[in-house]
């Protein structure tokens, strides 16, 4: 059964090229049912607009609340549940996504228009997820920590938070949505899920999979819709606990307003500015392969995408050159073609947003050495195209220096010297991943130190984080938390620390262990 409306069990076609659309209800206490205002929206592939994918219902207030409803009625007897059964079902998960991983990725490049083998990518990036955090589920939750008293025995637990309401991008539409559902779900909370609107298919085709894989009904509930409609009710609701938000900084922080109002946790990943440094020591063949990948890679769509390539003056002209003569040969198209390198811009919206930029910097005289246009030629007419775009001589002042542009275009900034270099490449207000490029250890190893990032990449570009490690950020990029690794815990629990007292008399700490004085 997979996302049928008002009841009946409608069939998905497959998910290969040229499949019917589907009509996707919410997913709601363990069924699939119409929004109670019966709208809906349509997803489009953004390489052929003309062609949709599925028809959603449009979330709203009464939505949530519903889905809210059914994930408090599911919280008790999830989150008593042992925790190695918990991750049992998200070991099957995993196993379904891995068998379906070529079917998802063909529909998510027909989605959100990312090539094949980068959906490919985010696929397995959702199965790593998953089994790691499955495999997570027998390891320690907590830690024996000595009493300063005698016959008392202290430790520590991590507890779920409740319901919890994740909202994610359409950028990576599988990967973030499982580094937040899989932790939050081990942990034993309830969630309520709502993905962007671009890409709601690939949402109701993970969730389908956390049915099949066993959840119980409730514990997962799914809203499909806008994020000013679906997306606001939730963080408001006030029965929602925690709210984990990946996505736009002007969303994020009126979403952090909202929670901060009420007094509810909420955990921010807001993108960045991120950059590459290239020392004039470093391999140049090699900075040109990361910064077009870094730059280019998901057409730029990436909140870890290198945005800036911040070039020691020695190496500058010899870095651009060879850039500029590789990116004339990147080609533009569906990303369904083997032969394409770059994929298209997830809708109109965002490819006018990026035209913006390109007007921007040469409003403020950057040079622009590449592309700089909305790309139309032959049959990328039919979707929304946007040239991969090199600005050279950028100062760090201009706007597409500073500002999050989520496109394919990279700016270069000469600087003199390895300590202009770091400056130049924390003089944002985001901090989410920088890079170095460099042959000298004492180099890499002060930049390691010095730059002010969640994620710091030596001799490799700004993109490519592995989920067994936090991935996040610093300064406007976050609010202090960090996904997958490890620490995607701390995003979805509550510790409890619990003291035993068998002594059987009252034993007063910091006071009888201190009698004399
Ligand atoms: C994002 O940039 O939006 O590190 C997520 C990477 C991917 C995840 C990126 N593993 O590039």
Request: net charge negative; with cysteine; glycine share 12%.
């Amino acid at each position: 059964m997979s996302g049928p409306v008002a009841g009946g069990p409608a069939a998905s076609g497959p998910a290969g090229a040229g499949s019917a659309p589907t009509t996707s209800g919410h997913y709601i206490g363990g069924r699939w049912r119409e929004g109670v205002a019966g709208a809906t929206f349509a997803s489009h592939n953004p390489a052929h607009v003309d062609e949709v994918l599925g028809h959603f219902a449009a979330g709203d207030a009464d939505d949530v609340d519903a889905a809210v409803r059914a994930a408090k009625e599911a919280f008790p007897g999830w989150a008593r549940t042992p925790m190695p059964e918990r991750a049992d079902i998200l070991l099957r998960a995993g196993r379904l996504l891995a068998e379906r991983k070529e079917a998802l990725s063909r529909l998510m490049t027909r989605e959100m228009g990312k090539v094949l083998t980068e959906a490919r990518g985010d696929v397995q990036e959702g199965i790593d997820m998953t089994l790691f955090m499955a495999g997570q589920g027998r390891r320690p939750t907590g830690e024996t920590v000595p009493s300063e008293l005698r016959r008392k025995r202290c430790f520590t637990e991590r507890v779920p938070i409740g319901i919890v309401g994740c909202i994610t991008p359409w950028n990576f539409p599988l990967a973030i949505p499982t580094w937040k559902l899989m932790p939050a779900l081990l942990a034993g909370n309830a969630i309520v899920f709502k993905p962007a609107e671009d890409t709601p298919l690939l949402a109701v085709r993970l969730v389908e999979i956390l049915i099949e894989a066993g959840l119980p009904p409730g514990v997962l509930n799914l809203v499909t819709g806008t994020g000013e409609q679906a997306g606001a009710a939730l963080v408001r609701h006030p029965e929602v606990a925690a709210i984990s938000f990946t996505g736009s900084a002007d969303v994020g922080r009126s979403i952090a307003a909202a929670c901060g109002g009420a007094g509810k946790r909420v955990s921010l990943e807001l993108g960045g500015k991120n950059a590459m440094v290239v020392l004039a020591d470093g391999d140049l063949e090699l900075a040109v392969d990361g910064a077009l990948w870094g730059a280019f890679g998901t057409s730029g769509q990436r909140c870890t995408a290198t945005s800036r390539l911040v070039v020691e003056r020695g190496a500058v002209d010899a870095f651009t050159e060879r850039l500029v003569a590789r990116v004339t040969t990147l080609r533009l198209g569906d990303g369904l073609d083997p032969a394409t390198d770059v994929g298209p811009i997830i809708n109109e919206r965002q490819l006018r947003r990026i035209h913006g930029y390109t007007e921007a910097g040469q409003g403020e005289r950057a040079r622009l050495l590449a592309g700089g246009a909305i790309a139309t030629e032959g049959t990328l007419a039919e979707g929304t195209f946007y040239q991969p775009t090199i600005f050279a001589d950028v100062r760090p002042t201009m706007r597409i220096a500073q500002e999050e542009i989520f496109g394919p275009t990279v700016s270069i900034l000469p600087v003199e010297d390895f300590e202009e270099a770091v400056t130049v490449a924390n003089g944002t207000r985001y901090g989410l991943s920088l890079a170095v490029y460099t042959r000298d250890l004492h180099k890499a190893m002060e930049a390691v130190d010095r730059l002010e990032s969640g994620i710091v990449y030596v001799n490799a570009p700004t993109i490519g984080a592995e989920i067994q490690l936090p991935f996040g950020g610093t300064k406007g990029t976050g609010n202090g938390h960090r996904e997958a690794g490890t620490t995607a815990m701390d995003e979805f629990t509550e510790w409890k620390t619990v003291y035993i007292d068998y002594s059987g008399r009252l034993q007063r700490a910091q006071i009888d262990t201190h009698q004399g004085g």
